[in-house]
């Protein structure tokens, strides 16, 4: 079953050519889905990586989609939360994928949201938030969006709101899960950059810039020449990916040995 969740790779194209300012550098983070003990691992991969390397201004983005199906999905986001706090303004940025957008539904009591919400991995974040199975099977509906948003941090609201919808850096633009084709980068919807599927991963023309991004799982870092996707399915997988990006060159690191 698992096997399902993943693309196969695309044919051969050629690889996307682009280039980041001189004096930056960026580590662009995959999907992590509740897997703090490998955001650890990889965290400490990524400080490995840059202490071999000459001094940069760096930043680390994230991909989105923090939570869901992993079962440490509130430890990552108070983990996350507190490294943007000790890191210097701005060399911490966050997407807003499309878990966290449904979850922030969730808590605004919205009973459809939150049924959606636990058909796609939220239950494994409710438990998260310090609900036992026996809890989590005897609430109903009601009982259990007013509990959870009891037990939800006001900090963890307020920073999971406070995401980005694109980050746009050289040639690069980093959204969580693609754009819509033949629209400009400065018309693009929120929903498209959150949700949008077949119709940006299929598409095989130019666009305005590189789009790296998460959300479509595949086994392997996936390029073409107009997108870097990210995502390799930690939560089930094992494999929690990122992307090193210096002037015009890029590099891989990930937890799988």
Do not use: C
């Not at 996307?16 to 003990?37: C, E, F, K, N, V």
Request: glycine residues 8%; hydrophobic residues 40%.
């Amino acid at each position: 079953m698992f096997a399902k969740l993943f693309r196969s790779r695309p044919s051969a194209q050629a690889e996307p050519s682009g280039s980041i300012p001189d004096g930056q550098r960026i580590y662009a983070i995959g999907d992590i889905h509740g897997r703090l003990d490998l955001l650890q691992d990889l965290l400490a991969r990524i400080a490995a990586d840059e202490a071999g390397r000459t001094a940069a201004d760096t930043q680390l983005i994230f991909l989105g989609d923090l939570i869901d199906r992993g079962p440490e999905s509130a430890q990552t986001v108070e983990f996350l939360r507190q490294l943007a706090l000790e890191r210097p303004k701005d060399r911490t940025r966050f997407l807003a994928g499309n878990h966290e957008e449904v979850f922030l539904s969730s808590l605004d009591g919205d009973e459809k949201t939150l049924r959606f919400f636990t058909k796609i991995g939220g239950r494994e974040t409710i438990l998260s938030y310090g609900f036992t199975e026996a809890e989590y099977d005897a609430l109903d509906y009601p009982e259990l969006s007013a509990e959870l948003q009891e037990r939800v941090p006001a900090e963890h609201r307020a920073f999971l709101a406070d995401f980005e919808d694109m980050i746009i850096i050289g040639d690069y633009a980093f959204v969580h899960a693609g754009i819509r084709p033949g629209e400009a980068l400065s018309r693009q919807q929120g929903k498209d950059l959150r949700w949008i599927r077949s119709e940006f991963i299929e598409h095989r023309g130019a666009l305005e810039k590189i789009i790296v991004h998460g959300h479509t799982i595949t086994e392997a870092v996936e390029m073409t020449a107009h997108r870097i996707g990210l995502d390799t399915g930690a939560y089930a997988s094992g494999r929690l990916t990122a992307m090193g990006f210096e002037s015009n060159r890029r590099w891989v690191i990930d937890t799988a040995d």
